[in-house]
T-cell receptor, first 111, second 116 residues
């Protein structure tokens, strides 16, 4: 079993839809959970950062972490064509120098 | 102001050649990384340097040699390039290595390497 599993998609939705992106993981030491957005031919950029379990909201984006289920989600409300990108989840543990990334989910929002 | 920059953006070369990719960050961060992203978009850590010291060296062929002349720069030299080295290489930096909120990694724009 891979440490971080993420459905590669593509996920196609119409503009205005609510999008749900998910990752599961196996390493219970992970405490830091991030979502990166990567536009085509660009570097990943940090979108959301969550420590341990709980929710975090930033504008149209909500990140959820359920450590008991080893499951994290990113919700995008009122999705826009400009949200079309690949979304990568990433996780880290205290004392570890590296992040473990999911393979990314490609999201396509059509006007 | 570009936070993490890489040169070149594109690199096309023949098998067997030696090439270098340069990375610079102006964020004052202590830690820099090299990642490889393959055709399936999987982002995998290769190396990590903290204050010019190598702290992570994942299972990478020794044809790949990172060099950090100072903490703002981390270059990647690749000897005897192979077809399988074709990928996008990303440089990243973070404030420090321990896992807390300051460890957000900031990525460069990537270098697309094509080996013919």
């Amino acid at each position: 079993q891979k440490e971080v599993e993420q459905d590669p998609g593509p996920l196609s939705v119409p503009e205005g839809a609510i999008v749900s992106l998910n990752c599961t993981y196996s390493n219970s030491a992970f405490q830091y959970f991030m979502w990166y957005r990567q536009y085509s031919r660009k570097g990943p950029e940090l979108l959301m950062y969550t420590y341990s379990s709980g929710n975090k909201e930033d504008g149209r984006f909500t990140a959820q972490v359920d450590k008991s289920s080893k499951y994290i989600s990113l919700f995008i409300r009122d999705s826009q064509p400009s949200d079309s990108a690949t979304y990568l989840c990433a996780m880290g543990a205290r004392g570890y120098s590296t992040l473990t990334f999911g393979k990314g989910t490609m999201l396509l929002v059509s006007p | 102001d570009t936070a993490v920059s890489q040169t070149p953006k594109y690199l096309v070369t023949q098998m067997g050649n030696d090439k270098s990719i340069k990375c610079e960050q102006n964020l004052g961060h202590d830690t820099m990384y090299w990642y490889k992203q393959d055709s399936k978009k999987f982002l995998k850590i290769m190396f990590s340097y903290n204050n010019k010291e190598l702290i992570i060296n994942e299972t990478v062929p020794n044809r790949f040699s990172p060099k950090s002349p100072d903490k703002a720069h981390l270059n990647l030299h690749i000897n005897s390039l192979e077809l399988g080295d074709s990928a996008v290489y990303f440089c990243a930096s973070s404030r420090r290595t321990t896992g807390d909120s300051q460890d957000t990694q900031y990525f460069g724009p990537g270098t697309r390497l094509t080996v013919l």
